[in-house]
């Protein structure tokens, strides 16, 4: 089973100090035992505006965990270039990795399961 990681639960594994760290690191052990892990390109831009991040720092840790960051958001491009003239719109990035997970029908393993249940209740979420 393929598991998209929220930005939180990464975070959270990131600062041992935050109270969560165990719980995420706990989570994303069990689910990586299960299968592949995928981060979406808004996940990643999300960890990348993190003070001290690097994209050098956080593709190496894509690459030692074996997280795939998938940078397509299906029919996003296709839509936006059917609309000549109109400029950039801005996507909240909880909405876009929420909707990466239930297009690609990945179970999504998250620290604020709320949101994406009320957002998205067919989505599969692993609760951490």
């Not at 598991?3 to 100090?17: K, P």
């Not at 996003?76 to 990466?100: M, N, P």
């Amino acid at each position: 089973m393929t598991t998209a990681i929220d930005t939180n639960v990464i975070v959270a594994l990131w600062d041992a100090q935050d109270s969560l760290h165990r719980v995420a690191r706990a989570a994303l052990d069990k689910v990586f035992s299960e299968g592949t892990l995928v981060i979406s390109g808004a996940g990643y831009a999300e960890l990348l505006a993190a003070p001290g991040r690097t994209e050098e720092f956080i593709d190496r840790f894509c690459e030692e965990t074996g997280i795939v960051v998938e940078w397509e958001i299906r029919g996003y491009s296709a839509r936006r270039r059917k609309q000549k003239g109109a400029e950039a719109k801005r996507i909240l990035a909880d909405f876009v990795i929420g909707a990466h997970a239930l297009v690609n029908r990945y179970r999504l393993l998250t620290l604020d399961a709320g949101i994406y249940q009320a957002s998205f209740p067919k989505l599969a979420i692993a609760m951490a």
